[in-house]
T-cell receptor, first 115, second 112 residues
Framework: GAVVSQHPSWVICKSGTSVKIECRSLDFQATTMFWYRQFPKQSLMLMATSNEGSKATYEQGVEKDKFLINHASLTLSTLTVTSAHPEDSSFYIC???????????FGPGTRLTVL | GESVGLHLPTLSVQEGDNSIINCAYSNSASDYFIWYKQESGKGPQFIIDIRSNMDKRQGQRVTVLLNKTVKHLSLQIAATQPGDSAVYFCAERENAGNMLTFGGGTRLMVKP
């Protein structure tokens, strides 16, 4: 149990376009999901905390208008990278906090490449 | 603590040897610590966790040690195997919060 999926697993887009990444908890409910970004050879950096039914909380330095987060249900959160630029190319990873548990369950990540 | 590595330190060990990966944290309010394993192109995989009221916890081939006095966490892997080759991250969670702060990571390379 406690499987988190992400879709797509990789995406290539042109500069200026928008890309949506989905994060789903497949067999549990998650009131809280987290979005991380990871550049090559670096650690995971928390971008935002997504709570079901409410606005996401963004970390300092993360533009909320550029990285739109929607957590419309207990099993789905989406991250939309708007007007993508090459510097947005990164590995985006989500995690889901199982209700009543301490552990975050991580998705497999989405590789975004902006040309 | 906020620890972001600009490059990953590497630990190279011989297959069958024991590995010790270290992590320093800075937030004395952290009450929960986790070790993750990340293979190339994949998300982090949970290895073992420990709460701040413990100083040692053992799993299958892995042991986590927590020294709160010096804010140090270590992961010991017994009889390291080629499949253990990956990047290992420690993460901490502050008391009463849910967000995790990740350490910089260590790349473990296992030589056959």
């Amino acid at each position: 149990g406690a499987v988190v999926s992400q879709h797509p697993s990789w995406v290539i887009c042109k500069s200026g376009t928008s890309v949506k990444i989905e994060c789903r908890s497949l067999d549990f409910q998650a009131t809280t999901m987290f979005w991380y970004r990871q550049f090559p050879k670096q650690s995971l950096m928390l971008m935002a905390t997504s709570n079901e039914g409410s606005k996401a909380t963004y970390e300092q330095g993360v533009e909320k208008d550029k990285f739109l987060i929607n957590h419309a249900s207990l099993t789905l959160s989406t991250l939309t990278v708007t007007s993508a630029h090459p510097e947005d190319s990164s590995f985006y990873i989500c995690s889901a906090l199982k209700v009543g548990a301490w552990e975050q369950f991580f998705g497999p990540g989405t590789r975004l490449t902006v040309l | 603590g906020e620890s972001v590595g600009l490059h990953l330190p590497t630990l190279s060990v011989q297959e069958g040897d024991n590995s010790i990966i270290n992590c320093a944290y800075s937030n004395s309010a952290s009450d929960y610590f986790i070790w993750y394993k990340q293979e190339s192109g994949k998300g982090p995989q949970f290895i073992i966790d420990i709460r701040s009221n413990m100083d040692k916890r053992q799993g299958q081939r892995v042991t986590v040690l927590l020294n709160k006095t010096v804010k140090h966490l270590s992961l010991q892997i017994a009889a390291t195997q080629p499949g253990d080759s990956a990047v290992y991250f420690c993460a901490e969670r502050e008391n009463a919060g849910n967000m995790l702060t990740f350490g910089g990571g260590t790349r473990l390379m296992v030589k056959p």
